[in-house]
Structure formats: structure tokens, C-alpha cells
């Protein structure tokens, strides 16, 4: 079955300890919810660089990523229909969703 990244940007930076643990709870909700469809729940990152041929920015560039996760779908649809449960899109985030390419290495 196809994999798909969710790379997310943005969402709420700062949040009082309770409705961190509030959105913790609905993240832990969501990704049960997907059930074995979650491949890897993933992991928020810190602040980012970017890197290119003109050179290293420490600002992540416009929308610099937030974290990521991996799971199966049958469609990019499918995965699709996945990220807009996530409970980032309310906390004011967005989620890039893209299949994971089989290349040999």
C-alpha cells in the first residue's frame, strides 16, 4: 500500500499547559483513530535551516516545517481525507501531504 509523508507547518507556538495537554489528547485521539494507517506518528521539530544553492538561511523559509508523520493509504485522497482530521488544522497549522516515491538506492 502507498505511503504518504504529512509535513506540517505553522500552528499555535505557544499554548498555556492546559490546552497543551488539551491538544495532546486529541493528538494521541487522531492518530489511534487511523489505527494501523499510522505508520509512524512522527515527531514535532524545533527551529530549522534551509539549505540551497544560495546558500544556508536560519529561518526555515517562509513556512518553515513543524513536524511529520508517515502513514498508508490506499490514494492521495485517502491521505488527504486523513490530514484534515488532524487536530494541527485547528491549532491554525497546515499539513503538506506527498507520496513517499519507491526509488532504488
Same mark, same amino acid.
Given at each position: 500500500?502507498p $505511503?504518504?509523508?504529512? &509535513?506540517? *507547518?505553522?500552528? $499555535?507556538?505557544s499554548?498555556?499547559?492546559?490546552?497543551? +495537554? &488539551?491538544h495532546?489528547?486529541?493528538?494521541?485521539?487522531?492518530?489511534?483513530s487511523l489505527?494501523? &494507517?499510522m505508520?509512524?506518528p512522527?515527531? /514535532?521539530?524545533? /527551529?530549522?535551516?534551509?539549505? !540551497?544553492? %544560495?546558500?544556508?538561511?536560519?529561518?526555515?523559509?517562509?513556512?518553515?516545517? %513543524?513536524g #511529520? !508523520?508517515?502513514?498508508?493509504a @490506499?490514494?492521495? %485522497?485517502?491521505a #488527504?481525507?486523513m490530514a +484534515?482530521?488532524?487536530p *494541527?488544522?485547528?491549532? =491554525? =497549522? !497546515?499539513?503538506? #501531504? &506527498? @507520496?513517499?516515491l519507491?526509488?532504488?538506492?
Open positions: 500500500m $505511503k504518504f509523508v504529512f &509535513a506540517y *507547518h505553522g500552528g $499555535k507556538t499554548m498555556t499547559p492546559e490546552e497543551g +495537554q &488539551a495532546m489528547t486529541n493528538w494521541r485521539q487522531w492518530v489511534q489505527g494501523p &494507517a505508520i509512524d512522527g515527531h /514535532a521539530v524545533g /527551529a530549522s535551516v534551509t539549505v !540551497s544553492t %544560495s546558500g544556508v538561511e536560519d529561518n526555515g523559509g517562509p513556512n518553515p516545517i %513543524s #511529520v !508523520s508517515v502513514v498508508e @490506499e490514494t492521495l %485522497s485517502d #488527504v481525507t +484534515q482530521r488532524s *494541527h488544522i485547528s491549532i =491554525g =497549522g !497546515s499539513i503538506e #501531504v &506527498a @507520496e513517499v519507491n526509488m532504488e538506492m
